[in-house]
């Protein structure tokens, strides 16, 4: 199954930005539920994650405090709100899910099998 992020683009530090994810070609068992991101030169990286039903959420220490995951259950969309956005948030965001209804968010990528294509965030300073 193919996600579909979307909501990237190029901002001053400061700004922000929202991501959103949904399943390419419309319904699907799967939820998406991760977000990470690759640097230009680095491997990519956990960003956030969030429970199938929404209830519990995790984050790397980097954007704890300025981003916030969430999920729209009837829709079975993914968001990510990025406030107070810095130049190392620099990077390709990719949108991850599976169909596994866990009680934690899952921080892994090999725990995910299904992803987004990426969309390029671009932070200036």
């Known amino acids: 199954v193919q996600l579909q992020a979307s909501g990237g683009g190029l901002v001053q530090a400061g700004g922000s930005l929202n991501l959103s994810c949904a399943i390419a070609?419309?319904?699907?068992?799967?939820?998406?539920k991760g977000w990470f991101r690759q640097a230009p030169g680095k491997e990519r990286e956990f960003v956030a994650g969030?429970?199938?039903?929404?209830?519990?959420?995790s984050y790397s220490d980097s954007v704890k405090g300025r981003f916030v995951i969430s999920r729209d259950n009837a829709q079975n969309r993914l968001y990510l709100q990025m406030n107070s956005l810095k130049p190392e948030d620099t990077g390709v965001y990719y949108c991850?899910?599976?169909?596994?209804?866990?009680?934690?968010?899952?921080?892994?990528?090999?725990?995910?099998?299904?992803w987004g294509q990426g969309t390029q965030v671009t932070v200036s300073s």
């Open positions: 070609g419309g319904t699907s068992s799967v939820f998406p």
């Open positions: 969030i429970t199938w039903n929404g209830d519990r959420t």
């Open positions: 991850a899910g599976d169909q596994s209804r866990t009680t934690v968010p899952m921080t892994l990528e090999s725990w995910y099998d299904s």
